[in-house]
């Protein structure tokens, strides 16, 4: 661990500034200060990096790859300086050279390279593979710009290019020389020479994908992992300078801008599907990088090749890696002269997948077409694949053609990644236990009944560094007075926070530091959008991607009753709450934009109607990222988790919100369950559909959400107010949202629930009124929360499915 006093630190960061600006440190401006600790900070970090690497060198560890086409890390100075354990001496350092570090690290733009919850898992897994010296890594994509910034402008979602880069970044290197090629389309030509088949690659075009790695610290244990991400540059041998000496310029530049464009952008779906070539590019490039890279370094340390399977691990985080599997049968086969059997099964042992979610629109499949011609010869090993997995399927299932077909990986034109993945994986998780018993029972009961063996549950976590101990400093610290510090490294010991739950001194203070966790996002809301919030209210929070399958159409749908409830009677007693909304809609999904709409036009008609703003409000807070839910979830007094049961495979936010003493209201879906099975019924408030009712309902069509409607006046004046210029002028601004709730027939049972829902709101408003009560509740939750850090969930990956060993603690 990193030991460092107080004055050196001031001597080391004084150094640094005038080393790196030229200047003397009263003459910077507060960006330099920050770029001036960040590099320090980095300097720190690389000798520990290099050091790490030797270690892994000489034991000769099995190395563990987390391939993800997202890394939503968020900030980085400050979990740096906290894994480093030298926060609290660069604050006092900084201090005494009047200096604030908050205002620094506030300074970071978020690397944002991930759209939501799957991005920002892979983050979590880095930071706990690191804390658990685990040597374990990430490969990525190095996009240009990450998930677009949010800007509200006329209540509507206007997307901004997030130029994240524009002023560097301080925790990348660059390494050219470990650049590697990539290549596209062209004709593969097969020989048959000396009794063997070899494949020519011929005319492709080639790109140079260039890592840059940024170091994953541990926390306190010296060590420092890796996350490699690719950037698409153009080769400069294929550069054609010909041409451009012709003055071509024009030629020259577009080779340029195609090379280019493979890693300029995130594609800003979330649990959506687009089959858009440049997504499969991405998809190949990033892969074949990796991997080549892996084997590159596996060589070169005098790994035996025949030993691969032993030394390595790639886990595919979703379906968007699943190209490694095949890509690795062609390395094997092709470069390095194994035969297909061993390749197969070397691969096998080596892959791993986790799948995300069980919506049909989220499943990647790829025209054949589109896939041969960018892919040649990774389609014609998928096609080996296919053949061979097929035929044990009809020996299995002899006659049974449609078995076989509804299996196959290649079908009716499509390739279907999900398929290959399970194929060519010898594990294969869901993400939470209710997700992954209906993946055996439902999504891939056929695939199940093959292979029981490779299916199993790691239910998501969250690391408790970033979202507890860095988020929310007072909270940590009261735990620490009350339990001691054994939480930090083994958050389970929060369980022993349970015991004081009754306390009513206890109890007081997690009130105070609430209530000051609340006053300083109120604070913020008041710099953004100029609205005063009353901090005694029930601060009520959904942040998450807007989507239909989350809900925030019945959130929304409850706060307009409410209000109706309130012009009414405006003597009804509630207790006051802030609705506070954050989350972003992918650029084309309109009807996610319309209710982001609709959530801000609400928030301004009752914002403004002196009748009721006293008792509710209405926040939409911009451009929803890391950075912010690390305000806003501290600040939370109810925890949102209302998708459609069945839907959410995990959900780790709900985690996130447990962990700092919100309480959760709930469908029984996804994690929520496991919250539920720790917390017990009397911590949590759940309601609706159960999953047995979703999936029968879902079966026999039994449900006609405008017979609901017509039968019930409340209902229908809701629903009725989203067309007749209640809240906008323009009566068709929502006839989208309200076709979908009555004309289309409500897929997410958003009417079928809202009764439940609103009884669930009222039983939360009695609990609240009950302070003693309600802090009791909220200490349970924190106390039960330490199974849900992600030290936890890595460690089943690690002894489960990876079986990796760490550099110096057990994993037991
Ligand atoms: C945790 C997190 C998510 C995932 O939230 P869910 O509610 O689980 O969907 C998405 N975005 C950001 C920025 C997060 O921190």
């Known amino acids: 661990m990193l030991s460092i006093d107080k004055e050196t630190f001031k001597k080391d960061y004084r150094q640094k500034f005038i080393e790196i600006h030229g200047k003397d440190l009263d003459e910077g401006t507060d960006y330099n200060k920050y770029e001036a600790l960040g590099s320090l900070v980095r300097d720190y970090v690389a000798k520990m990096w290099i050091d790490t690497n030797k270690k892994y060198k000489e034991n000769s560890k099995k190395q563990v790859y987390y391939f993800s086409m997202e890394f939503l890390l968020g900030r980085l100075l400050g979990s740096n300086l906290l894994n480093l354990g030298i926060r609290d001496t660069c604050k006092a350092a900084l201090d005494d050279l009047g200096i604030d570090l908050d205002k620094l690290e506030n300074l970071e733009e978020d690397q944002g390279l991930g759209n939501g919850g799957l991005g920002r898992l892979a983050a979590c897994f880095l930071d706990s593979m690191a804390s658990l010296s685990i040597p374990g890594h990430g490969c990525g994509i190095r996009y240009k710009y990450g998930f677009f910034s949010q800007k509200i402008i006329n209540d509507s979602q206007v997307e901004v290019p997030d130029d994240w880069l524009k002023r560097g970044n301080i925790w990348e290197i660059k390494k050219t020389d470990k650049a590697r090629v990539v290549k596209f389309g062209g004709d593969v030509r097969v ?79 979330d649990s959506f599907y687009e089959g858009k070539v440049l997504r499969l590019k991405q998809q190949y490039f990033f892969v074949s990088a990796g991997l080549q890279s892996i084997i590159h370094h596996f060589k070169s340390a005098q790994g035996n090749m025949k030993e691969l399977d032993e030394k390595i691990a790639v886990h595919i985080n979703d379906t968007h890696p699943t190209l490694a599997i095949p890509e690795l049968m062609r390395i094997l086969i092709d470069e390095e002269g194994f035969g ?58 002899v006659g049974q053609w449609d078995k076989v077909r509804k299996m196959a ?65 007072k909270l940590t610290m009261f735990l620490k007075e009350k339990i001691g510090d054994s939480f930090i490294t083994h958050p389970t010991d929060m369980i022993n926070f349970e015991k004081f739950a009754h306390n009513i001194e206890v109890q007081n203070r997690l009130r105070d530091i609430k209530l000051e966790n609340k006053r300083k996002l109120a604070d913020l809301i008041y710099k953004d959008k100029g609205i005063n919030i009353d901090i005694s209210s029930i601060f009520d929070v959904q942040i998450k991607r807007i989507h239909a399958y989350k809900r925030q159409t019945l959130n929304c749908l409850r706060i307009m009753d409410l209000y109706n409830r309130l012009i009414e009677n405006p003597n009804l007693d509630i207790v006051p709450r802030t609705f506070i909304f954050a989350g972003k809609s992918a650029p084309g999904y309109y009807l996610a934009k319309d209710i982001i709409t609709l959530i801000n036009m609400v928030a301004d008609k009752i914002n403004n109607d002196d009748r009721v703003n006293k008792k509710i409000k209405v926040i939409f807070m911009e451009n929803y990222r890391v950075s912010l839910a690390e305000v806003i979830i ?107 709730l009555v004309t289309y027939n409500d897929e997410f049972f958003v009417i079928k629930d809202f009764y439940s829902y609103l009884e669930a709101q009222e039983k939360i408003d009695r609990l609240y009124r009950d302070k003693s009560k309600w802090q009791r509740m ?23 499915i990876w079986g990796s060993k760490c550099l110096y603690k057990n994993l037991e």
Request: glycine share 6%; aromatic share 10%; hydrophobic share 35%.
């Open 191 to 269: 020989d048959y020479t000396d009794g063997n088949l070899k494949f020519n690659h011929t005319n492709y075009d080639a790109v140079l994908a260039v890592p840059y790695d940024m170091p994953i610290v541990g926390y306190k244990n010296n060590v420092v992992n890796t996350l490699r991400l690719w950037s698409a540059e153009p080769l400069s041998n294929e550069f054609d300078f010909s041409s451009f000496n012709r003055g071509d310029f024009k030629k020259a530049m577009e080779y340029r801008d195609s090379v280019e464009s493979i890693s300029q952008i995130l594609y800003p779906d």
């Open 340 to 397: 297909w059997d061993t390749s197969w099964r070397m691969t096998n042992n080596i892959m791993s997948y986790t799948n995300h979610t069980i919506m049909a629109e989220a499943l990647e499949k790829w025209p054949i077409e589109m896939f041969k011609k960018l892919l040649p010869r990774i389609f014609m090993i998928v096609q080996e694949i296919d053949k061979r997995f097929c035929s044990e399927l009809k020996n299995k299932y």
């Open 409 to 473: 990986i290649i079908d009716n034109g499509y390739i279907k990644m999900a398929h290959l993945a399970i194929v060519g994986s010898h594990s294969v998780n869901g993400v939470a236990k209710l997700h992954t018993e209906i993946l055996k029972k439902q999504e891939m009961s056929d695939f199940y009944y093959c292979y029981p063996n490779k299916f199993n549950n790691k239910t998501n976590g969250i690391t408790h560094r970033r979202w507890l101990i860095s988020a929310n400093p």
């Open 778 to 800: 909220c200490a349970v939750n924190i106390a039960h929360s330490g199974i849900f850090s992600s030290d936890r969930t890595i460690r089943e990956y690690a002894t489960g």
């Open 634 to 740: 501290p600040a939370a007094d109810v925890s949102e988790q209302i998708s459609t049961t069945t839907k959410e495979a995990s959900g780790t936010s709900n985690m996130k919100f447990m962990m700092n003493g919100a309480v959760t209201i709930a469908t029984l879906d996804g994690a929520n369950v496991e919250i539920r099975d720790e917390v017990g019924d009397e911590n949590i408030v759940i309601f609706g559909l159960t999953e047995k009712q979703v999936l029968n309902l879902y079966k026999t069509g039994g449900y006609v959400s405008q017979n609901i409607i017509n039968n019930d006046v409340r209902l229908k004046k809701i629903i009725n107010s989203l067309v007749d210029g209640t809240y906008c002028k323009d009566k068709n601004k929502f006839k989208s949202i309200y076709e979908n």
